[in-house]
Nanobody, 131 residues
Framework: QLQLVESGGGLVQPGGSLRLSCAVS????????ITWFRQAPGKEREGVAC????????YYTDSVKGRFTISRDNAKNTVYLQMISLKPEDTAVYYC????????????????????????WGQGTQVPVSP
C-alpha cells in the first residue's frame, strides 16, 4: 500500500525557515521522481520542486529558486523540502507526489510540474507565512 505523509508545516513569519518532510511507505524514495506541490486558497495546485529518481537531479519553479531545496534520505525513506526566506505568497498547503506511472518524462525531457500527471498524493501540510 503506497502512502505519503507530509509534516513540518506551521505558522512562520516572513523571512523565516521551515523544513517539510514527506515520509513514504510502499516504495522507496529513489524508485520514482518525487515532486512537492502547493495549493493556496482559490488557486490551482502548483509544482514547486522535483527530485529525479536516477541521479537525484532537481527542478524548481522560478519563484522558489535560491530559497527552496529538495532532497531525499534513502535510509529514512523520506523526501524533504527546506524552505528559507519565506514570503507571504508562499502560504499554501504543501503536498508531495511520486511519479509512479512515470508520466513526467517524455522524449528526453522532464515536465514535473503538471499536477494532472500524478496519481498518488499525501494529505498535505499547511504553511501559513504571516507576521
Amino acid at each position: 500500500q503506497l502512502q505519503l505523509v507530509e509534516s513540518g508545516g506551521g505558522l512562520v513569519q516572513p523571512g523565516g525557515s521551515l523544513r517539510l518532510s514527506c515520509a513514504v511507505s510502499g516504495f522507496t524514495v529513489d524508485n520514482y521522481a518525487i515532486t512537492w506541490f502547493r495549493q493556496a486558497p482559490g488557486k490551482e495546485r502548483e509544482g514547486v520542486a522535483c527530485i529525479r529518481t536516477n541521479d537525484g537531479g532537481t527542478y524548481y519553479t522560478d519563484s522558489v529558486k535560491g530559497r527552496f531545496t529538495i532532497s531525499r534520505d534513502n535510509a529514512k525513506n523520506t523526501v524533504y523540502l527546506q524552505m528559507i526566506s519565506l514570503k507571504p505568497e508562499d502560504t499554501a498547503v504543501y503536498y508531495c507526489a511520486p511519479d509512479v506511472l512515470q508520466k513526467i518524462y517524455n522524449r528526453g525531457y522532464y515536465f514535473p510540474f503538471e499536477a494532472r500527471k500524478y496519481d498518488y498524493w499525501g494529505q498535505g501540510t499547511q504553511v501559513p507565512v504571516s507576521p
